[in-house]
């Protein structure tokens, strides 16, 4: 059997995916003003994701500046699809519009402001895939919202899932029969936090526990 490599983290810093000057740019601006965002390497998965299972219609759960956002989209956009991205603050919504107008996403992107749980109990799916990333202690109420909205077979990806707010979650989702999870402690370079977990449900057909 080969050796692992002496340093892994070190090893896979280099293997961060680059991103284009925009991204930098919001990359940066975090930096400065910290913003939490996903980081390349989560953005570059939530944009495989949802190429790969053909995501035409997608649900984000947290704005921010739209870092997320424009993985999100582009993929939706090769999917012929669109994204509908929720976003608790007016002036986060403003700066993320700006942004996915600059991305060219602007008609691809449409940003929601209000809580998140109110917006989605007024919603109607289905929706191919769901990106939930925000405050960790209201994601156990959001995924009946979740179930709900994302159609039999429709991905959930959770960010943050390492943060004691979302132990219910975490437990709720990995025995709840209406999902089939997966919890991932991973290591993140230009995440917020670098380490942390993700987690990956499939939405089944079956009726599982009520809320």
Same mark, same amino acid.
């Given at each position: 059997?080969?050796?692992?490599?002496?340093?892994?983290?070190?090893?896979?810093?280099?293997?961060?995916?680059?991103?284009?000057?925009?991204?930098?740019?919001?990359?940066?601006?975090?930096?400065?003003?910290?913003?939490?965002? @996903?980081?390349?390497? !989560? %953005? +570059?998965? #939530?944009?495989?994701? $949802?190429?790969?299972? /053909?995501?035409?219609?997608?649900?984000? *759960?947290?704005?921010?500046?739209?870092?997320?956002?424009?993985?999100?989209?582009?993929?939706?956009?090769?999917?012929?699809?669109?994204?509908?991205?929720?976003?608790?603050?007016?002036?986060?919504?403003?700066?993320?519009?700006?942004?996915?107008?600059?991305?060219?996403?602007?008609?691809? @992107?449409?940003?929601? !402001? %209000? +809580?998140? #749980?109110?917006?989605? $109990?007024?919603?109607? /799916?289905?929706?191919?895939?769901?990106? *939930?990333?925000?405050?960790?202690?209201?994601?156990?109420?959001?995924?009946?919202?979740?179930?709900?909205?994302?159609?039999?077979?429709?991905?959930?990806?959770?960010?943050?899932?390492?943060?004691?707010?979302?132990?219910?979650?975490?437990?709720?989702?990995?025995?709840?029969?209406?999902?089939?999870?997966?919890?991932?402690?991973?290591? #993140?370079?230009?995440?917020?936090?670098?380490?942390?977990?993700?987690?990956?449900?499939?939405?089944?057909?079956?009726?599982?526990?009520?809320?």
């Amino acid at each position: 059997m080969c050796a692992m490599m002496p340093d892994l983290e070190g090893y896979f810093r280099g293997l961060v995916p680059r991103t284009d000057p925009l991204l930098q740019e919001l990359e940066a601006e975090a930096a400065r003003e910290s913003i939490p965002i @996903v980081g390349p390497v !989560v %953005g +570059e998965l #939530l944009f495989i994701l $949802a190429r790969v299972t /053909g995501a035409a219609r997608i649900l984000e *759960l947290g704005t921010a500046t739209g870092y997320s956002g424009i993985f999100l989209g582009r993929a939706a956009a090769a999917n012929q699809g669109r994204v509908v991205s929720l976003e608790l603050d007016e002036a986060m919504a403003t700066r993320a519009r700006a942004n996915f107008d600059r991305a060219g996403l602007d008609q691809v @992107v449409e940003v929601k !402001v %209000g +809580e998140a #749980l109110t917006l989605m $109990a007024e919603m109607s /799916g289905p929706f191919d895939l769901a990106f *939930l990333d925000i405050d960790k202690e209201s994601y156990l109420p959001a995924l009946s919202c979740c179930r709900r909205l994302l159609r039999p077979g429709g991905l959930l990806v959770a960010d943050n899932v390492g943060f004691t707010g979302a132990a219910d979650f975490n437990q709720e989702i990995l025995t709840n029969p209406a999902w089939r999870a997966i919890h991932l402690l991973s290591f #993140l370079p230009r995440h917020s936090p670098e380490h942390d977990g993700l987690a990956l449900a499939l939405r089944v057909a079956l009726p599982g526990k009520l809320w």
